[in-house]
């Protein structure tokens, strides 16, 4: 199977991002060829507040890019991560 160049480029990059100094919070999720999924959320913070915030602002930049690039709405792609959320199980 070929690999996308710029998924090759995307991957370095976030590897980058995620190694630095400055961060407050952090997802990424990963999916696997054979469907398997991994997910690893932190934040550096423990007020309810801050975390809400910070996934709220996480869950809406995906929700924009994935809307974007698929040529979907957004609100499509939020129905449908909805309905992917519920059916998870956390680890």
């Known amino acids: 199977m070929m690999t996308n160049p710029r998924f090759e480029e995307v991957k370095t990059e976030a590897a980058e991002a995620v190694s630095g100094d400055d961060l ?12 398997r999924h991994e997910y690893y959320f932190g934040n550096d913070t423990e007020e309810a507040a801050e975390l809400r915030e910070a996934a709220a602002v996480q869950v809406g930049m995906l929700v924009r890019v ?26």
């Open 24 to 35: 407050r919070s952090v997802y990424t999720g990963i999916v696997h060829e054979n469907g």
């Open 66 to 91: 994935l809307a974007d690039r698929s040529d979907s709405r957004v609100e499509e792609i939020a129905e449908l991560a909805v309905e992917r959320a519920e059916q998870m199980e956390l680890r």
